[in-house]
């Protein structure tokens, strides 16, 4: 307290001088509304950067996405797709918050200046993160949220049906905002102010959400969705919202880049069996893009003795004995090995790493090198891609929830993932050609969705919040873990907010039923598995 | 002489304006394009200056020539409307709030007494001592933040609510501890690890104590004969308690004799104590929950056990369940065939989230300061052009007393500032120092 009063009586000061001074005082108020006009662009440039380095670290980083959607292992000693992780609550939810107000403040800054076009593409973002924070809780503080400055510290969660209803409505606002404004698009890095971009980026949003909630909605959003597949959408890899990493800092270059990471992230993350197997069964050309061989394989099966080198490592052989490991399973001659399900401890167990104080398992393939650059053209940091948007219409056209040719969209989808990837044409013929749409409903929204899970490798978040809706692919809900109990389905709500905004938390979770990581939210709570 | 005062002071203070806007700044560029950044917190649009009112009374006497002084001041001090940034769900928008928090009220004495009983032209010996003692309390809060707890240092926890003494610690996690029947007050073990059962539900975090003192003491005394002189600073602190996070880092480093042996009130046994307990044959364990796991940690010779319940494993009771009657729990450690044992740095290793096992006593008595000082004759100083000086043998921190025996000052955990105070953070003990002193007056 001292020192505060120390700062109050030096601002008191400070105040007698400069007031008197009339002159400066003016030029002040010249240079204020300068920067009032230009600071709506450097806000619209902060939250660009900071939802898309979000977005995308959560997409390919966290386990709670990816690892359960099987794309990768963890190398740890506990499996961090168990119930038992997902049964912690997170801390907070203060980093996607702090994106929404970030948004909100670049809203407030662009009106008072009159600039619809900003504030239109700040609300695109801003409906971006809801619907991510929505579609993991479910319930979220929503209309009352960032409302701190008017002394609203306790807002109310809104029901998820009232979220995605009022989140649509902004999306459809801000495509006619964009669509009728003249003024310009300044700080837009991600589309470099082509508004066209952003009614296709509002456009996508929308299917995206529309296919999610469509039985939630009980299927009366089908005129909507018509509508929506028939505006401007990403349909083209061109129009991605996507934004290419500078590579020169830690703070602007790819998630798992040395700058960033250290390289470590990469190299403790091992594809799993269940996603590499399917990639090599179908030849898909990607697997080569996506995925390298493993350091050091088994070798040959007649050269035993390295079962031999094995008996060496203390802790490998006891737990392979304890969980019952047959050796002969054992992938020998094989270079391109995933990490199994049902082996902990991964480090240890199914190989041989560099020794202690860094996570690798060379008996296990890893990600292939462009993943450890701080720049690669194929690595962006991405919020939407026209594959999705494609595998979207393809699930709609096949359910008969819109018109149109779901082979059509299917192939479309494949198509944009792969050059996506910087697959040859030619290889993407011939994939196309040996996997074509299956007949029979059942096979080809099986094949629609599984393909779907393949492009939506490093956008983890929507795999995951996809397989809750469809049980495609089924491999993921085979995970042994998942087998005895419900598969883990929401988040439970973050410990901080629960315990300082109770009475509105309570009233969520008396909706809900429980707050635990198998509840069924609204979106989920309508819809039958594929299969 | 006697002299009787009292008197009410009052100071209040606001907060600078422009605190409740948004505030931006530049972090960086991206592919050449400025990157803008939003700053700023919250304040609550009706927040009222923070006033605070000193209430004093007091009594200065002084007798016999001064060689009597004695002063008595009792004061309370209210300070109302205190203005602080309290943390707040990140659904707002914002983190913090600044806002009226609330009053705290203190209340205190404080006494000083100077003798002077021996002074003739050659000699003098004068004794001073001062006490002082005070309680803050909470008195008013804002009731949206009834009861809220605070994270502290080294998983302590304080309580905002309203009759709450400033000071009072808490453990996040309580001990999960039997309610009734012959065990009440036992802590209750895991059923499939023996450990303390975690928990960290508000209504079962254990009170640690209040960091601060029940009264401070300070002493000097100086003796003067002729141009020498001798004086003497000594402190007493009674009361009060300390977390110690140096001492969880040295018992889990095994650094420490408790990590060793237990101290009988946690856990028992260790390799050095009686020479370690042997570990029971296998044949003989009677759960086989607890054969599992004794044979997995290898029956080494090395035992410890948690001092503590659990539920019987034969049974269907839950394993949590407080108020079973009493042949439902298993006393660990009262016989060697039911008891899980665990090697000793396992043990320790448990005790890391509970600072209940290393919140101390913080009285103490220390000898601060001893000095012997001889004054230069100013006709010898005169000479070396100097109006005066002296010559000192100094000796600082000479004695250390702790009431828990430790040998850690407890004045440690109270040196920073801010929000440490009451938790010792591996700070560096206070220096024994011995040494001429040199003075001169030009």
Redesign the interface.
């Known amino acids: 307290m001292k020192k505060?009063?120390i700062?109050?009586l030096l601002?008191i000061l400070l105040m007698s001088f400069s007031c008197s001074d009339q002159f400066r005082k003016e030029q002040l108020e010249m240079a204020e509304d300068v920067n009032r006009l230009t600071?709506p662009?450097?806000?619209?440039?902060?939250s660009i950067?900071r939802i898309a380095n979000f977005y995308q670290e959560k997409g390919v980083n966290d386990d709670k996405f990816n690892a359960i959607m099987l794309y990768y292992q963890q190398l740890f000693s506990v499996k961090s797709q168990s119930h038992e992780e997902f049964a912690k609550a997170p801390d907070?939810?203060?980093t996607?918050?702090?994106l929404?107000?970030?948004t909100?403040?670049?809203i407030?800054?662009a009106e008072a200046v009159g600039f619809v076009s900003t504030v239109a593409a700040q609300r695109i973002l801003q409906c971006l993160i809801f619907e991510y924070l929505s579609d993991i809780y479910g319930d979220?503080?929503y209309s009352e949220?960032?409302?701190?400055?008017?002394?609203?510290?306790?807002?109310k969660f809104d029901m998820q049906e009232d979220i995605y209803t009022g989140l649509m409505k902004t999306l459809d606002e801000a495509a006619i905002t964009l669509g009728s404004s003249s003024d310009e698009l300044d700080?837009d890095?991600l589309f470099g102010g082509d508004k066209q971009s952003w009614i296709r980026f509002a456009n996508s949003l929308k299917i995206r959400m529309l296919i999610r909630s469509y039985d939630a909605f009980g299927g009366s959003k089908q005129s909507e969705l018509q509508a929506a597949a028939n505006a401007l959408i990403i349909d083209n890899n061109d129009f991605n919202a996507a934004?290419?990493f500078?590579g020169t800092?830690a703070?602007?270059s790819w998630i798992w880049g040395p700058a960033r990471s250290g390289g470590e992230e990469m190299t403790r993350r091992k594809p799993s069996a269940p996603f590499l197997d399917l990639l090599k069964v179908n030849s898909d050309p990607r697997l080569l893009t996506w995925i390298a061989p493993a350091l050091e394989p088994w070798g040959d099966v007649d050269n035993s003795y390295i079962l031999e080198d094995y008996y060496a490592y203390p802790y490998g052989i006891n737990m392979l004995d304890s969980i019952g490991q047959d050796y002969g399973d054992f992938p020998f001659g094989e270079a391109y090995v995933g990490a199994p399900l049902t082996v902990a401890s991964l480090e240890y167990v199914y190989g041989e790493g560099p020794g202690s104080g860094s996570y690798d398992n060379y008996k296990l393939s890893s990600y292939t090198s462009i993943f450890v650059e701080d720049a690669n053209d194929l690595l962006k940091a991405t919020m939407f891609e026209a594959s999705e948007v494609s595998f979207c219409l393809a699930e709609a056209a096949q359910r008969g929830w819109i018109t149109g040719n779901a082979s059509t969209y299917y192939e479309a989808g494949i198509t944009q993932n792969m050059e996506r990837w910087g697959i040859a044409n030619g290889d993407i013929l011939t994939y196309l050609g040996a996997n074509p749409l299956p007949a029979g409903n059942t096979d080809a929204l099986t094949a629609i969705l599984t393909e779907k899970w393949k492009s939506l490798f490093t956008q983890g978040h929507q795999s995951w919040f996809e397989y809750r809706r469809t049980g495609i692919p089924t491999v993921v809900g085979d995970d042994p873990d998942y087998v005895a109990l419900p598969f883990p389905s929401r988040w439970r709500y973050p410990t901080?907010?629960v315990?300082?905004?109770t009475e509105n938390a309570n009233e969520a979770v008396a909706r809900l039923g429980e707050d635990t990581q198998t509840a069924k939210i609204w979106i989920i709570s309508n819809t039958t598995p594929v299969k | 002489m006697l002299k009787l005062r009292g008197g009410v002071a009052q100071v209040g203070?606001?907060?600078?304006t422009y605190l409740?806007v948004?505030n931006?700044g530049?972090?960086?560029t991206?592919?050449g394009?400025?990157?803008?950044?939003?700053y700023?917190s919250?304040v609550?649009?009706?927040i009222l200056p923070e006033v605070n009112t000193t209430y004093e009374a007091g009594i200065d006497s002084r007798f016999f020539d001064s060689r009597v002084n004695f002063n008595f001041t009792v004061f309370q001090k209210v300070h109302a409307n205190q203005i602080q940034d309290i943390?707040?769900?990140?659904?707002?928008?914002?983190?913090s709030?600044r806002t009226n928090i609330g009053t705290v009220t203190s209340d205190g004495i404080e006494l000083a007494l100077t003798l002077v009983p021996v002074r003739t032209q050659d000699w003098e010996w004068s004794v001073s001592a001062n006490f002082t003692k005070y309680v803050a309390t909470i008195t008013e809060l804002d009731p949206?933040f009834t009861e809220?707890?605070i994270g502290y240092g080294d998983g302590s926890m304080l309580r905002l609510k309203e009759g709450e003494e400033i000071g009072s610690m808490y453990a996040e996690e309580g001990f999960w501890r039997v309610q009734s029947g012959m065990y009440k007050g036992q802590i209750m073990l895991k059923p499939d690890t023996g450990t303390p059962i975690e928990n960290d539900d508000p209504d079962n975090r254990d009170y640690l104590g209040n960091m601060n003192p029940e009264f401070m003491m300070g002493f000097t005394t100086q003796l003067k004969y002729k141009s020498f002189s001798l004086s003497m600073v000594m402190s007493y602190r009674n009361g009060g308690v300390y977390v110690s996070e140096t001492a969880k880092r040295m018992n889990d480093d095994g650094k420490t004799p408790w990590s060793l042996s237990g101290d009988g009130n946690y856990w028992e046994g260790g390799r050095s104590h009686n020479g370690g307990y042997a570990w029971p044959d296998p044949n003989n364990v009677a759960y086989d929950v607890v054969r599992e796991y004794n044979e997995a940690n290898g029956f080494l010779n090395e035992a410890s056990y948690w001092n503590g319940v659990y539920v019987d494993p034969t049974t269907d009771y839950d394993s949590q369940d407080r108020n079973l009657s009493d042949d439902a729990y298993v006393l660990n450690g009262q016989d060697p065939n039911t008891t899980w044992y665990a090697v000793v740095n396992k043990i320790v290793g448990n005790t890391w989230d509970f600072p209940q096992t290393r919140t101390f006593d913080a009285t103490y008595f220390k000898i601060r300061d001893i000095s012997l000082t001889y004054d230069i004759p100013k006709t010898i100083a005169a000479k070396i052009k100097m109006q005066a000086a002296s010559v000192s043998f100094i000796g600082r921190n000479l004695y250390l007393w702790t009431k828990s025996g430790r040998n850690e000052d407890p004045e440690t955990a109270f040196s920073g500032s801010g929000t440490t105070q009451g938790v010792a953070h591996y700070t560096l003990p206070s220096v024994r120092q011995l040494g001429f002193k040199l003075n001169l007056t030009f």
């Open positions: 505060y009063k700062y109050s601002f600071t662009a450097y806000l619209l440039s902060g950067v907070n939810w203060g996607e918050y702090k929404l107000y970030d909100q403040a670049g407030n800054e979220i503080p949220a960032l409302n701190g400055r008017e002394g609203d510290i306790k807002p700080g890095l934004l290419a500078e800092a703070n602007n901080y907010e315990d300082n905004n | 203070y606001g907060i600078p409740n948004d931006y530049f972090s960086s991206w592919n394009t400025t990157v803008g950044t939003v700023g919250v609550n649009p009706e943390p707040i769900v990140s659904s707002s928008g914002f983190s709030y949206a809220k707890w």
